[in-house]
């Protein structure tokens, strides 16, 4: 588990937008470790977590992109029942509010990466490592 920032992309919401984004990481060779989009009436806000979030938030700048980065647990954990569960009682117990979440594994996969945006970063990371 690791505290990493995150980036939250302001696009419009047509055809070829998250394309071109993907485009300029893949230009500069950032990877992407984690993404979510949602949409809106007007938007769409894509949630990113990349190799190198500096860079990328350059990149998106030089576009006119709006771009908000926050503090978000990145937790390479178990791809088994209960997994969430557990990590949930135990932040819920020490008052940290799960604000969102989001995370993919393949099915046979033994383990997964799961993103936490949380009230309280820091004590997320006390409790889930003690």
């Known amino acids: 588990m690791q505290l990493t920032k995150q980036l939250a992309l302001f696009l419009e919401n047509t055809p070829g937008t998250l394309a071109r984004m993907a ?53 390479d954990g178990t791809n088994q029942p209960g997994s969430l569960s557990r990590i949930a009682h135990r932040l819920a117990e020490a008052k940290v509010n799960i604000e969102y979440c989001y995370c993919a594994t393949a099915p046979d996969a033994k383990r997964g990466l799961m993103i936490l945006r949380v009230s309280d970063p820091k004590k997320a990371m006390k409790v889930l490592n003690s």
């Open 23 to 75: 485009d300029a990481l893949g230009k500069a060779k950032i990877n992407i470790y984690a993404i979510s989009t949602s949409d809106t009436v007007d938007h769409s806000v894509v949630r990113l977590v990349v190799s190198d979030y500096r860079r990328a938030l350059q990149i998106f700048e030089e576009h006119g992109t709006l771009v908000i980065e926050d503090d978000v647990l990145m937790l």
